[in-house]
């Protein structure tokens, strides 16, 4: 078992970071094609990962980034394979109350994750991944994994079998206990900088979300306290160095989107009550609000301000971006921002609406912005 933090405890944090998922190079997705249809073993599917894994930590170490990831080169999407790794959760096709909107993906709901047996943490689940990550790179390497709250947050009590949890509580602790395993064996390899993208935090700054909520005989101010002493629970004991991230967004599949509504609603639960380092924040549209909101979080916290998009390849100019964060400084102290894309590049395997070449500008412009203000990317 780790170590329990200690106060005093520094873990390191970036003032460029971005959230993880990459687009696919196309003879990655040839090869999870070719192996799907039966035309490439397991072995033959991960040697090209490993290629690719390799040449997109160059290229993020090459942008400026002290800190990358794998690009969630070897998952479906961010969310599913992980908790699909779970004993007793799975993806369903029983679907979630709300659509996306504003691209491609307009008008289609998401799945929802279901619990039909009891939780359990049956294997190490991204360990081997990061040990190969690492192995590729002279930056630190983040594993990201989707939010505890995606196992109820779409389907609520109807997605949790009654006969296996007819308590809830039993229901949270179990997939408190199975997330901290995982953190207990990346810990032990090394690992230093988890990442939760919680997605449901967001959404309830939205009212239609907060409405549906209500419909369905859910509090969404309870539930913004269970989900944060799930979080809490699932993280209370990793390593007094060991950095945890936050990234909130409110829908990212194909450029489209979910949810908006700034963060006011939640802004000190947030920042306060939820133990956690950074805090990744969407801010890349009128969406996600203004950065009053930023007024609550405490002296400490690194608060990476989305303000590139991942949704189109529209460049940002720089001097926009350093004038907002300007803007956030009134907010908070700017030695504790820093800057990343709002979201990832490719939610799942198709990707956004966005090419590879626009992609690496833009982690390299947060690269640039990063120095021209703080003077580092570390």
């Known amino acids: ?22 687009l696919r190079p196309p003879r990655l997705l040839e090869a999870r094609a070719a192996h799907g249809a039966g035309r490439l073993d397991a072995a033959g599917l991960r040697a090209v990962e490993d290629d690719c894994i390799r040449e997109a930590i160059l290229r993020q170490q090459e942008a400026g980034f002290a800190v990358v990831t794998d690009g969630d080169f070897r998952r479906s999407a961010f969310h599913i394979d992980f908790l699909n790794a779970l004993e007793g959760v799975r993806w369903d096709e029983m679907k979630f109350d709300h659509a996306f909107e504003g691209g491609p993906s307009q008008g289609e709901s998401p799945a929802v994750f279901r619990t039909s047996a009891p939780i359990r943490h049956v294997a190490p689940i991204t360990v081997d991944d990061w ?26 009590r109807a997605a949790v ?36 993208d919680e997605v449901h935090f967001a959404f309830f700054c939205d009212p239609k979300m907060v409405a549906a909520l209500r419909a369905r005989g859910d509090d969404p101010h309870e539930l913004a306290q269970v989900y944060t002493r799930l979080i809490n629970d699932c993280i209370a004991e990793r390593p007094a160095d060991m950095a945890v991230g936050i990234h909130l967004c409110r829908g990212n599949r194909r450029s489209s989107w979910v949810a908006e509504g700034g963060y006011e609603p939640i802004a000190e639960t947030l920042f306060n009550a939820i133990e956690a380092d950074v805090f990744l924040l969407e801010y890349d549209s009128a969406r996600a609000g203004g950065f009053e909101p930023l007024r609550f979080a405490p002296r400490g916290k690194r608060l990476v301000l989305g303000l590139v998009t991942s949704k189109s390849g529209e460049l940002e100019p720089q001097d926009e971006l350093v004038r907002r964060i300007e803007e956030a400084a009134r907010f908070a102290d700017i030695d504790d921002l820093a800057i990343g894309p709002q979201c990832g590049f490719a ?32």
């Open 161 to 196: 079998d009654p006969g296996v949890y007819p308590d809830m509580d039993a229901f949270f602790a179990d997939l408190a206990a199975a997330y901290r395993a995982e953190i207990a064996a990346l810990a032990a390899a090394g690992c230093r900088y988890v990442q939760f």
């Open 1 to 22: 078992m780790s170590e329990p933090r200690g106060r005093d405890a520094r873990p390191r944090t970036f003032r460029v970071d971005h959230v993880g998922s990459l």
């Open 131 to 156: 040990r190969f990550a690492q192995s590729c790179a002279t930056a630190a390497v983040k594993v990201t994994m989707p939010s505890p709250s995606f196992a109820h947050y779409r389907g609520g």
């Open 347 to 378: 939610s799942s395997t198709g990707g956004n609406r966005i090419d590879e070449a626009a992609q690496w500008r833009k982690l390299a412009l947060c690269a640039d912005v990063a120095r021209r203000v703080w003077g580092r990317t570390d």
